[in-house]
């Protein structure tokens, strides 16, 4: 019997939504999952280490430059989008974050890039101190005082009020503003040692499974619901809406562009290490 393929993803509800037909073996010809759920700040590490048992991980797009030698990016099964970027949020509205505190769930993150591009283009000599805390201890670490603002994702686009919190600014609204581009999130990548022909397979899986979803998307309900960590099925089908879209079927051309745009800014800033012109090429 073939060996499963050993993948990690989150247990957000647009990973599983995603993934759904394909884990349970709904997808034809397609190479049967090992399927291990992570947070991404686990996926990024473990794609980092060089020495990851896993062949496919979903990760960010901003560790892509420390990876890219081990790892390939599949045109498909990520998250981009418009209208679905990370929110700086803090108690009180309008404050200045120069010389201030803010909480971040990762320096691994898209959101991370995208906050520090933001920054520096409208705070004027850069916020005081950037501290790294667990997603989930971010907007009451900011609602109790102990940091001057935080920066959150996914959800929390739709649950912060619920904290007495304000938006002080949209990362993906700036960016969409700065480039006309969409904002990428989450990438899905493949070991390059399974070979082009086996990435390419895994990209027709991907593909078919999010195309799969979308047909029927009663079918990855209860997937989505046993993993979505209590969250409200309202907030878990916005969540859907926001982040599987035509850029999980296919990157395409302005995906691609996104991608490259946001890490080579991010590589002028001292972010990241500088692509090579052919870092994205698949297989």
């Not at 759920?37 to 280490?49: K, Q, R, V």
Request: aromatic share 8%; proline share 8%.
């Amino acid at each position: 019997m073939t060996p499963k393929l050993k993948i990690a993803y989150s247990p957000c509800p647009n990973d599983t939504f995603v993934f759904d037909a394909w884990a349970h073996g709904r997808v034809p010809g397609a190479p049967r999952l090992d399927v291990t759920f992570a947070d991404i700040d686990l996926t990024n590490g473990w794609a980092e280490s060089g020495d990851s048992a896993y062949d496919v991980l979903k990760v960010s797009y901003a560790v892509l430059p420390w990876i890219l030698d081990e790892y390939a990016l599949l045109p498909c099964g990520g998250a981009l989008g418009r209208g679905c970027g990370p929110l700086v949020l803090t108690r009180e509205p309008g404050v200045d974050l120069a010389g201030k505190t803010v909480a971040v769930p990762s320096e691994r993150s898209t959101a991370y890039l995208l906050f520090r591009l933001w920054a520096a283009d409208l705070v004027p000599g850069g916020v005081g101190n950037v501290v790294v805390m667990p997603f989930h201890e971010i907007m009451p670490a900011v609602r109790d005082g102990k940091v001057d603002a935080g920066l959150v994702i996914h959800e929390a686009r739709f649950t912060y009020q619920n904290y007495g919190l304000h938006a002080l600014a949209d990362m993906g609204a700036h960016w969409e503003d700065t480039t006309g581009l969409p904002i990428p999130l989450g990438a899905i990548v493949a070991r390059r040692s399974l070979g082009p022909d086996a990435l390419l397979r895994l990209a027709e899986a991907a593909r078919a499974s999010v195309r799969m979803a979308w047909d029927d998307p009663s079918a990855s309900r209860p997937y989505v619901r046993e993993h979505a960590q209590e969250m409200d099925p309202k907030v878990a089908d916005q969540h859907i809406g926001l982040y599987v879209n035509e850029f999980t079927a296919d990157l395409g051309e302005a995906g691609y562009a996104a991608v490259r745009g946001l890490l080579t800014r991010a590589a002028a800033e001292g972010l990241v290490p500088p692509l090579g012109p052919d870092a994205l090429a698949f297989p």
